[in-house]
């Protein structure tokens, strides 16, 4: 599980095919602290560590998780926000990321506010995501935790601080280009509930069908 913090941008050095899935070499500050097996979110998306190297690590994308996700775009020299995975006893600083993208949204525009030190962030959605987002709701965007300032119809708009533009891949972005969307899990469970679509749920009669 992740929160949505980033905590560096790495650096796509290779790409390499093998079958249907794609390896990624990727440079970051923590490599040296890396584990094989362990999980880092890439843009978003939960990737294992196969293999790590002096200043570099390895990680292996998936076909599914291509089709689901831009990083089949991804090219060397780009960036990509990096997160691990979060600890027992860590600061719950974002909200709940589970690093399984929902699907890709495209930036709409990504400008500074006149006369202010921030950025508004306008992203369209995929349709289906829509109902799962909500004014000062949360939303994770290329793995970023982010609060939705407003919301019409499937586009998104959110207010970027100094402190995410500067942390984030976010200013290497343009419009028209491809970002990971995941949205708030609660969401999902709670849409879930309200409909009473759950499954598990243990009746009088099953007990009476199981002897007891």
């Known amino acids: 599980m992740f929160t949505g913090i980033i905590e560096t941008v790495g650096e796509v050095i290779a790409i390499?095919?093998?079958?249907?899935?794609?390896?990624?070499?990727?440079?970051?500050?923590?490599?040296?602290?890396?584990?094989?097996?362990?999980?880092?979110?890439?843009?978003?998306?939960?990737?294992?560590?196969v293999w790590v190297g002096d200043g570099f690590y390895w990680v292996v994308a998936v076909q599914e998780t291509l089709m689901k996700s831009n990083l089949g775009k991804l090219q060397e020299g780009d960036k990509v926000n990096l997160e691990r995975c979060m600890i027992a006893n860590g600061r719950?600083?974002?909200?709940?990321?589970?690093?399984?993208?929902?699907?890709?949204g495209s930036i709409v525009s990504l400008q500074k506010i006149k006369f202010r030190d921030d950025w508004r962030l306008i992203v369209d959605l995929p349709s289906e995501l829509s109902r799962y987002v909500v004014p000062q709701g949360s939303i994770t965007i290329e793995g970023i935790s982010l609060t939705v300032a407003g919301i019409e119809g499937s586009r998104v708009e959110i207010a970027i601080i100094p402190h995410t533009w500067h942390a984030t891949n976010l200013r290497a972005l343009r419009e028209g280009d491809p970002v990971n969307i995941e949205v708030d899990v609660l969401a999902k469970y709670a849409e879930k509930m309200a409909h009473g679509n759950t499954h598990g749920k243990l009746t009088t009669a099953d007990l009476i069908r199981q002897g007891f």
């Open 16 to 49: 390499k095919q093998e079958g249907t899935n794609t390896h990624f070499k990727i440079a970051s500050s923590f490599s040296t602290e890396l584990k094989v097996d362990q999980s880092v979110s890439h843009n978003g998306v939960c990737l294992t560590v």
């Open 92 to 104: 719950f600083d974002g909200h709940i990321v589970q690093g399984h993208v929902d699907g890709v």
